[in-house]
């Protein structure tokens, strides 16, 4: 009978079904819901194949990685697979899971699996698509409630509802699925081709900024009254100005930034130059900080709330976040003051993701990094924050670099000289 509203165990079946289809628990359709053989699985060819859950993957079985087993004639008949047979997993976390056995050599099925069968009033192909959509996880989520380990009986698979139609209705649902899939299949594979070449664009677009032609029409009609070296070097001349002026009456040396070699560098538009980040970093600050390690910063001083410590797993693809940070009281915070971000800062991976950046924003800012990240402050009237992230981001030379001076024995990393 059709109905407007339906219970199965506390979950409501609302929706009134179409003329012609009635509800019907899974003992009522299925001709058998039987357990699965118990057996230990076999690495050499000595009987037929044992498919257990973990052969089960994205909805697919390689049935040559599938192990044996060794089984008397009547056990051998009694779990033997064949085509349009279902298997359910009864337990674990694919709990809920099935797979409609399709083409498939001698094979029996391993005791945590269910088999359902069916006579030919139902299509197979039918249940099995019941069996991936919402109104039979709602099913599945209630049954499992209540136990430690994850699991569905062969009761409360018999007790599932399902919607049947008429046995002609159900072909032409399956052969319209099927269809809709194909479609959306096409769909996926053109986005798969779009990213792509959405990527190819990207980094040709990076490409053309960091070396200058994306913006030469503009250059021709705005020509700079400073060159780029001829800032650099004032730069430069401040700096050490501030630091002598810092070390009056002291007998120390001025160290001058290292030199670059452009050796293999690619060669600029004219107005532009190469720089290292400690050239065009922040003439007050000390350019690269990495965070603080060993006995500074410690687990004992984490807490539940309070100023986020910022670690590598924060540093996502996407930019950062405070999903994984951890938290330090305020007190803790200021005796590391000096590892403070400021809005503007960059943050660079230095160990395990290395040379994933990103710009710390006004929500981040006041948060402490912790070792696995590099702190980067930059002269903003060099160089200004964004287009250095896009360059990193996006540079054939940062990339080459990168894996150049990468040193890690276990994991790659980078250190603040390099």
Known sequence: PTTTER????????????????????????????????????????????????????????????????CSEEEHSKYLLQPGD???????????????????????????????????????????????????????MVARQGSAQPGVNA????????????????????????QQFSRLDVA????????????????????????GTLTADWRTQYPASETAEQLLQRILNERRAKWEAEQLGKKKVYKEPEPLDTTNLPELPEGWCWATVEQVGNINE????????????????????????????????????????????EEKASELDRYKLREGDILFSRMASVGRADIVSANVAGAIINYHLMRLRLETMAIDSDYF??????????????????????????NTNQ
């Open 389 to 414: 992230i896009e360059y990193v981001r996006g540079s054939k030379s940062v990339v080459e670099y990168i894996k150049e001076v990468n040193h890690g024995v276990t994991r790659d990393g980078i």
């Open 155 to 178: 009761t409360n698979l018999a007790a599932l509802q399902v919607p049947v139609p008429p046995i002609t209705e159900q072909h032409r649902i399956v052969d319209a699925i099927e």
């Open 286 to 329: 000390q350019v690269v900080l990495t965070g603080p390690f060993g006995s500074n910063l410690g687990r004992e001083d984490f807490i539940d709330s309070g100023v986020p410590v910022l670690t590598i797993g924060c540093l996502t693809e996407h930019g950062l976040s405070l999903e994984k940070a951890f938290y330090i009281s």
């Open 86 to 140: 279902i298997v359910f997993a009864r337990t674990g976390a694919t709990t809920g899971k099935s797979y409609l056995i399709r083409d498939c050599p001698d094979a029996v099925f391993a005791s945590y699996l269910i088999r359902l069968r069916f006579e030919n009033l139902i299509n197979r192909r039918y249940i099995s698509m019941f069996l991936n959509s919402p109104l039979y996880w709602s099913q599945i």
């Open 188 to 211: 996926v594979t053109s986005l798969q081709h779009a990213r792509i070449k959405l990527k190819r664009q990207r980094a040709a677009i990076l490409k053309a900024a960091v070396e």
């Open 7 to 70: 219970e199965v165990g506390s979950v409501s079946m609302e929706n009134e079904l179409p003329e012609g289809w009635c509800w019907a628990s899974m003992e009522k359709i299925a001709t058998t819901i039987q357990y699965g053989y118990t057996e230990s699985a076999k690495d050499k060819p000595v009987g037929p194949k044992f498919l257990r859950i973990t052969d089960i993957q994205d909805g697919q079985v390689n049935w040559d990685s599938v192990p044996f087993c060794i």
